[in-house]
């Protein structure tokens, strides 16, 4: 099967902040390949690098065989981007952004009219295309974003956290997209720090964390990293720094963090870990205020990995 994309060895830094560390990685064609992480891991500044925004420091990635240092304009004519800010003119309609930008990718005359007629019925925008898009809501604006990135046909279709800060609708109305999009045969690289979004959407899935890819694979493959341990989620009615130390040396726990009240364990069995952390509690006059035990997901590989939860 043909590459869409390889990744090889790509950097950025910023003065002392290495935003991208050396990554590699090799879509497909044909997958949807979601970059997972929290904010700040490095997937938006990868994104930039291959879109063309600013160049790496060190390393290169081929789109369909073509260089983004060498051959850019015939990498960036292959790729619709979908970035992380509404890129739209407000006081225009739908359908006026969707023509400019149609202009802009060389479409003209019926060619141009057919495609945005076409892209407004995959976006569900139809009987609002008139309207301007400054009374939109923001699931409307960022599905217009997506409409854009599809006018020309591309490729490669690239979404950076295109679910963030909308509606549940109109989210729903993105992921159906995606999947419609790539039924069809088109290729997305999707980032998100949603994990719900990478299981349902993806055919491989790349974990990154602190510039650098940290697993990859299929999900049943990176579930598999773990094994059959359980992830404890939990609170405590006081200060538990005395517990959590503790609570590290119970044979079965892996894993131990702690973000504001939540803190999160990697244990290998529940029903024979649990008795022993409530009686610790108990024995440090401290109470389990809260508890919840999920099945090993990405969030349980993220924790094992890394040795916190994934979060924004």
């Known amino acids: 099967m043909e590459n869409a994309v390889e990744v090889k060895g790509l950097k950025k830094f910023y003065k002392d902040v290495k935003a991208v560390n050396g990554v590699d990685f090799t879509i497909q064609s044909g997958e949807i390949f979601s970059l ?7 997937k938006t500044t990868i994104i930039n690098m291959l879109t063309g925004l600013f160049p790496p ?9 073509h260089s983004i ?15 992380q800010e509404i890129a739209l003119y407000e006081d225009l309609s739908a359908r006026e952004n969707l023509v400019f930008w149609g202009k802009l990718y060389g479409l003209r005359g019926k060619q141009l009219q057919t495609r ?9 925008l139809r009987d609002r295309q008139r309207q301007r898009v400054s009374k939109y809501s923001g699931g409307m604006k960022r599905r217009v974003n997506i409409g854009i990135a599809l006018l ?14 909308i509606d549940p609708q109109s989210r729903r109305h993105i992921l159906d997209n995606v999947l419609q999009l790539n039924s069809q045969g ?4 999707y980032t998100t720090h949603y994990m719900e979004e990478a299981q349902e959407l993806s055919t491989r899935i790349a974990i990154m964390d ?15 990293l773990v094994g059959e341990q359980d992830r404890v989620e939990l609170t405590l009615s006081q200060d538990g720094e005395k517990v959590l130390k503790a609570w590290k040396k119970v044979l079965g726990v892996s894993k131990i963090d702690q973000d504001g009240e939540k803190i999160t364990l990697l244990v290998s069995d529940s029903n024979a870990v649990l008795p022993e952390l409530f009686k610790i509690a108990h024995q440090q006059n401290a109470r389990i205020a809260s508890i919840a035990i999920h099945e090993p997901n990405l969030e349980t590989v993220f924790l094992h990995l ?7």
């Open 152 to 165: 020309h046909l591309p490729k490669l279709v690239i979404m950076d956290e295109p679910t963030v800060g």
């Open 36 to 42: 997972l992480g929290p904010n700040g891991a490095g």
């Open 210 to 224: 602190q510039g650098k890819v940290v697993a990859s694979g299929r999900h049943a493959d990176l579930v598999k």
């Open 57 to 65: 420091n060190a390393g290169d990635a081929l789109i369909f065989g």
């Open 116 to 124: 945005v007629d076409e892209v407004l019925e995959l976006i569900g």
């Open 69 to 83: 240092q060498k051959e850019p304009l015939k990498a960036k004519a292959l790729m619709g981007v979908v970035p």
């Open 186 to 189: 088109m290729t997305v690289l």
């Open 306 to 312: 890394t040795g916190k939860a994934l979060r924004d």
